[in-house]
Every structure is written in structure tokens, then in C-alpha cells.
């Protein structure tokens, strides 16, 4: 009979967030799999508790999987905890989940603090609809696809991000959403220097344009107004092919319409005309 894998939330500042059925899983399986072996040690530690840990972050999960996963198709049950707060969100843990889900293993999850929600309940946005966008690429190409992406949704939008990326990243949404766009930089959530900034992108730019960034932060960012989006033009759903033809069987003459829709689509008229004439 296979095992079963614990996905246990652990404290994401305060230990006294963690909770009695966490420390008791923690207590009773028979291999604690950690992001960090050693930070993990050290909860461990508080709370006299004594197990086998073995390593699972980004850069072993596929070696690692595979171990966690023998190990529990030979009835051992496992806790999975990342350095803090809830596994598998923005975390290798996904792989793992997904790995047992595929060799019929048995997961639970053991609720406790979340990072990204517990910065959206303090940022005082609206938190009826919110989109969890996790950490942005380092890829500057990839990051403004990411933010492009999401710049019209109406979503109060989640993102995480560490200290020494911060003002960059600051900078890269005041491009994408613009500088009115109010947002909440949480950082130290649940401890003793925890701090919440409402402000808008164009102030958070200023501030720590003088101040550097210290902890890691979550960042809540107000959706896009519905005003704000911009209205879906009527020929982005048909060909250019067609959208030629339209103008055509509004009496103008090729050419013209052929010009017209470039101007429509902001493409050459060479290339609107090549396309319209493809394949004849």
C-alpha cells in the first residue's frame, strides 16, 4: 500500500503561525522533503522535533521526484514544506503533487500561511476576484510579455518578488499599467518589522528611487478600470483578406481598400497587399 505526501504550510515569519496538526504531521512521517534543508532544520529544532530531511528545491526536483515518489509507492509517508508558507505555489512542489497524481499516491494538503493572500487582505484593493501571477521572468523580453499580458485584466493581480529586483521590476509596471495604477508592497509579513506601502507605481518609482528595498515582498496591483481597456476593434477577429473585402464591397475600390485596412491594422500597405493577394 503506497504512502501518503503531507503538503504542510509552514510559518512565513511568525513560528507562532504554525499549526498543531502541521507539528504532528511533521512529528509522525517518516521523511520531511524541504526547499531548504537547513532553514527547515531550524523550525525543527524549535519545536523538538526529530526527523530525516532530505533536499527538493528547483534544481533536483527531477532526481528528487523520482526518490520521493519509490519511497512512497513503498508505504512511506512524506511532508513536503517549502522555506515558507504553502508548497506548491510558485514552487517545485507542483512537479511533485503532479508525480504522485500520476502513480496513484495519495496527497493532502495541512493548510496554514500564505504569503500572497495574506498581503491581498492587508493591501486594502478589492479582493473579490484576484489573479496570482507569482514571480516575473528575469528575462526582460519575458517580463514585459508577462505584464502586457495582464495590463488590461480586471483583476486585483498577485506578484512576488525579492529585494534586489524590486525597483526594476517597479519600473517595468509603471511602463506596462501606468503610473496612476495604485498597488500594495508588502514586505516581513508577520514579523516584527512588517510593512505595508499603498501608494500608486508612480510614487512607489520616487520612493525607491531614495530608499532601498529590504525583505521580500509581495506586491498587490489594482485591476485595469473597464474604462480603461481599450474596446476590441471590429476587424481583429477576420482575415486581412477579408477585411479588404469589406471595404471592397463598401464600393471602394482595391487600392483604397487595401489602404484603408493597412491604416486599420498600423501595417505597411505592401504587406496588407501581398496578404490580400495571396494565392491568386
Sequence with gaps: MSGKLYLCATPIGNLGDVSSRCLEVLGAVDLIAAEDTRRTLQLLNHFEISKPLTSYHEHNKHEKGGYIISLLQNGKNVALVSDAGTPAI????????????????????????????????????????FAFEGFLSVNKRHRKEHLDAVKNDTHTLIFYEAPHKLKNTVSDMQKAFGGDRKIALVRELTKLHEEVKRCTLDEAAAFYEENNPRGEYVIIVEGAAEADIPAENEWDGISIREHVEKYIAEGLSSKDAVKKAAADRNLPKRDVYNEYHRGE
Excluded: F, M, Q, Y
Excluded at 512542489?93 to 497524481?101: A, K, Y
Design 90 to 129: 510558485s514552487d517545485p512542489g507542483e512537479d511533485l503533487v503532479r508525480l504522485c497524481i500520476e502513480n496513484e499516491i495519495e496527497v493532502t494538503s495541512v493548510p496554514g500561511p500564505v504569503a500572497g493572500i495574506n498581503a491581498l487582505i492587508l493591501s486594502g484593493l478589492p479582493t473579490k476576484r
